[in-house]
């Protein structure tokens, strides 16, 4: 089940960390709405297609989207305590790709939603669940929707949640060689220094 396989990440990261490990976490999060579908809008391997996300139920408190989010959060938010009581700081990454638009957060045509839902999780985790073993780290999507320059900095602005709300930067450069491709790769790395300027920067994910 989920829960199992969450559990098994956190006693590894237990044990990563003894060992002296530095322990990052991806959030892949299932639609909060949807427990049968996945991280994904669309199809996915087995899984049915998730659909989209209801943002602004979700965000008014009341509701019951906004219910089925908090019940969600409090449960990751319990895992993540044990992290916290074991004094395991995390690089937590949660919203990856925030805005490539094949995930469930992403808010395509109000990317302030998913900003806003960034900024929901935090406040949870940090102020009411006093979580402070996470370092926030924020997740550019590589590919851009269809029709969009990969730079397209005034949208990528829109899905940032904060300075406040994010410690670390990055973009992933998914099938680009650092070695071969430095021109690509100082370019995605200027890319976000204008959406993200003044934070610590970080390849995300690549290969």
């Given at each position: ?167 670390i930067s990055g973009i992933d ?35």
């Amino acid at each position: 089940s989920y829960n199992r396989v969450v559990q098994n990440s956190v006693d590894r990261a237990k044990a990563w960390w003894l060992d002296g490990g530095i322990v990052a976490m991806q959030l892949h999060w299932i639609h909060p709405s949807n427990p049968n579908g996945s991280a994904w809008r669309g199809k996915h391997g087995r899984k049915e297609a998730s659909g989209p996300f209801d943002f602004a139920a979700a965000l008014k408190p009341g509701t019951e989207t906004h219910k089925e989010l908090m019940r969600d959060l409090k449960g990751h938010a319990d895992f993540l305590q044990q992290l916290a009581d074991a004094r395991v700081p995390v690089l937590w990454r949660p919203f990856h790709e925030i805005d490539g638009g094949w995930f469930w957060w992403t808010d395509g045509e109000r990317p302030e939603n998913t900003a806003a839902l960034w900024r929901l999780m935090f406040d949870y985790f940090v102020k009411e669940r006093k979580l402070n073993n996470l370092i926030w780290v924020y997740n550019a999507g590589l590919k851009p929707p269809k029709g969009r320059d990969v730079a397209q900095v005034e949208v990528r602005k829109r899905f940032y949640p904060g300075d406040e709300y994010v410690d670390i930067s990055g973009i992933d450069i998914d099938g680009v060689d650092p070695k071969t491709d430095s021109t690509l790769y100082n370019e995605y790395w200027d890319i976000m220094t204008q959406v993200t300027p003044g934070k610590m920067l970080a390849l995300c994910e690549g290969d």
